[in-house]
């Protein structure tokens, strides 16, 4: 019998190794249309979650604060504008395209941010180095969630804060209707404006096996966070969790 450790990608169980090799090349396939597929799938809504991730930060001038699987940037520019030149915004992501376009999106709007191309399981930082730490609708690509969150907690300085902005278990009542858009709707959209059908199928099954509000929230508790609490957002399609450092 084989003891090789596997975990989901999607709805498919894979080997712990390929997970991560198999989310890279679906961000690669989607890195140039990713934010106008943002838009189009969460009517910009997607604007609207991060600006209440962003009030909800504490972050403001002077502040360091770490944007994990920063993708396209749009909570790190946020982020690099509120704290000011006295501040600084780290930006990571373990994929080398998405943190491109991040670069470029900065750069178009005069800001810039030091950046690391890295595993968020390992992060390449000091502890109590941050001020807040967040990750946006990251946290479900990585292959040991647990890790990642402890990891983000380490780097936190005490009475910082850790944001996880995620999609997650939608109110009952309107479950039918989201998984019909999530696997009827969606990827049609993702193969005529991103031309990759499976990505966009991909995501919406990561959606669903993503952790609900109340275990992600025992899960950062687990890594050390206190005062974990969260914000339901459209209904419970996406949740902001906040918690602090020790």
Not at 2 to 25: I, L, M, N
Not at 119 to 131: I, N, R, S
Not at 139 to 162: I, Q, W
Request: charge should be positive; proline fraction near 3%; hydrophobic fraction near 40%.
């Amino acid at each position: 019998m084989s003891d090789e450790r596997t975990t989901h990608f999607g709805y498919q169980q894979v080997p712990e190794e390929e997970k991560a090799k198999r989310v890279g090349a679906v961000f690669r396939s989607v890195a140039s249309s990713y934010d106008l597929m943002n838009d189009l799938m969460s009517l910009g809504l997607h604007r609207a979650w991060k600006r209440f991730a962003l009030e909800l930060s504490g972050v403001r001038a002077g502040s360091r604060v770490l944007d994990v699987a920063s993708g396209s940037g749009d909570l790190a520019r946020a982020f690099a504008r509120r704290a000011g030149p006295t501040g600084q915004v780290w930006m990571t992501d373990i994929n080398h395209a998405m943190l491109g376009v991040g670069r470029d999106r900065l750069l178009d709007e005069g800001l810039t941010a030091p950046m690391a191309l890295c595993d968020a399981e390992k992060l390449p930082f000091p502890d109590a180095t941050f001020d807040c730490v967040s990750v946006a609708f990251g946290l479900r690509n990585m292959t040991h969630k647990d890790r990642a969150l402890a990891e983000m907690a380490r780097v936190a300085r005490p009475g910082g804060r850790v944001l996880v902005l995620e999609f997650s278990k939608v109110w009952k009542r309107l479950e039918r209707a989201y998984d019909a858009y999530s696997f009827g709707i969606l990827p049609r959209i993702g193969r005529y404006v991103a031309r990759d059908e499976e990505a966009y199928r991909y995501l919406a099954e990561s959606i669903r096996m993503h952790p609900d509000q109340e275990t992600l929230k025992g899960m950062m508790e687990t890594a050390g966070l206190a005062r974990v609490e969260y914000f339901n957002m459209t209904a419970g399609v996406v949740a902001l969790h906040r918690g602090y450092r020790l």
